[in-house]
């Protein structure tokens, strides 16, 4: 059975600067699209990958991730900014993986880029008004 599937990986801080993705084409036959990265050298890192194809693959490629340390989650939920309860505390911005929140310095405001989220739901998590919301 074929599926379309996006995964986020956690990337632990001896794994990121491994090829581990390419082994996902190279021992499984999987295609994929690579939507965000954010990979640096003895960091932690952060990918969602969008799958392609048969399903089995899919899980034997994703297991093999796994046994080298590599966290994945299923990326099943929108995010979206409540403007009306932000008060621009900048709270979010310093749990925020990606960049998807950040402060403009014109204003001193804080501002969602939505094609940044990789959905980790940090920031739903941290906000005390409960402006970041996820969306099932
Ligand atoms: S934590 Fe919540 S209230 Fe604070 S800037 Fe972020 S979205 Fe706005
Ligand atoms: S869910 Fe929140 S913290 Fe996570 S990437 Fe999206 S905006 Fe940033």
């Given amino acids: 059975m074929n599926q379309t599937r996006k995964v986020v990986l956690r990337f ?3 794994t990121a600067d491994r090829p581990l993705v390419c082994e996902l084409a190279l021992r499984f036959g999987l295609v994929f699209n690579i939507l965000r990265a954010s990979i640096s050298p003895h960091r932690e890192g952060l990918m969602v990958l969008e799958l392609f194809g048969d399903t089995g693959k899919q899980e034997m490629g994703l297991h093999f991730l796994r046994d080298k340390g590599v966290e994945i989650e ?9 403007d009306n309860r932000c008060f621009h505390c900048g709270a979010c911005v310093g749990v925020c993986p990606s960049g998807a929140l950040y402060v403009d310095r014109q204003d001193y405001r804080v501002y969602f880029d939505e094609n940044r989220c990789i959905a980790c739901e940090f920031c739903v998590q941290c906000c005390p008004t409960h402006a970041m919301e996820a969306l099932i």
Wanted: charge should be negative; hydrophobic fraction near 15%.
């Fill in 12 to 14: 632990p801080q001896d």
């Fill in 74 to 82: 299923d990326l099943s939920q929108d995010i979206r900014k409540n």
